[in-house]
T-cell receptor, first 115, second 110 residues
Framework: NAGVTQTPKFRVLKTGQSMTLLCAQD?????MYWYRQDPGMGLRLIHY???????AKGEVPDGYNVSRLKKQNFLLGLESAAPSQTSVYFC??????????????FGQGTRLTVV | RKEVEQDPGPFNVPEGATVAFNCTYS??????FFWYRQDCRKEPKLLMS???SGNEDGRFTAQLNRASQYISLLIRDSKLSDSATYLC???????????FGKGTTLSVSS
């Protein structure tokens, strides 16, 4: 049982380049999330999805786009990378049981450096 | 007011000490509450859920006060291995997302 898998785990981009981070979960969870974590800032929500074909903005959505074409996958895109997007990116998924959200399971993170 | 607020610490305690972390949340409609643990450069992992009646898991006790919108985590008999960052997490109704506090850093020394 893989849980939540993120690819790639490390990446170095040049300013202006684009890339897509992939998150895959095999737990049939409805909800998926993308966060970024920077020193002293905690986990900040970028975008999230409450189901296949739906996405919503989080706290820091600018410069990112997302898609959830399949329930098990949640993609995070950077169209034109900037040094300010250097961060550790975490994907997570969770479910809904009797009106309450279950715990979230996290991927191992993607360490992105933009130079 | 931030949605979830925590004292960032750091808390530096000796082995065997009891330490308490506090967290406040702003959305009175929140329904689910958790404490997560994060080790350096690793992904967050669930420590325990927080229930209205309070709950205990070994040396860890979590409390929820809905009226005050306050969550706490008590760690008894601290171990060196408890050194980590502890994250308070609050969920809302369906359609809203997981909201994390910035975390409280604990360092346990021998």
């Amino acid at each position: 049982n893989a849980g939540v898998t993120q690819t790639p785990k490390f990446r170095v981009l040049k300013t202006g380049q684009s890339m897509t981070l992939l998150c895959a979960q095999d737990m049939n969870h409805e909800y998926m999330y993308w966060y970024r974590q920077d020193p002293g800032m905690g986990l900040r929500l970028i975008h999230y999805s409450v189901g296949e074909g739906t996405t919503a903005k989080g706290e820091v959505p600018d410069g990112y786009n997302v898609s959830r074409l399949k329930k098990q996958n949640f993609l995070l895109g950077l169209e034109s990378a900037a040094p300010s997007q250097t961060s550790v990116y975490f994907c997570a998924s969770s479910s809904l049981v009797e009106g309450s959200r279950t715990e979230a399971f996290f991927g191992q993170g993607t360490r992105l450096t933009v130079v | 007011r931030k949605e979830v607020e925590q004292d960032p610490g750091p808390f530096n305690v000796p082995e065997g000490a009891t330490v308490a972390f506090n967290c406040t949340y702003s959305n009175s409609a929140s329904q689910s509450f958790f404490w997560y643990r994060q080790d350096c450069r690793k992904e967050p992992k669930l420590l325990m859920s927080v229930y209205s009646s309070g709950n205990e898991d070994g040396r860890f006790t979590a409390q929820l006060n809905r009226a005050s919108q306050y969550i706490s985590l008590l760690i008894r008999d601290s171990k060196l291995s408890d050194s980590a960052t502890y994250l308070c997490v609050v969920n809302g109704w369906a359609g809203t997302a997981l909201i994390f506090g910035k975390g409280t850093t604990l360092s346990v020394s021998s």
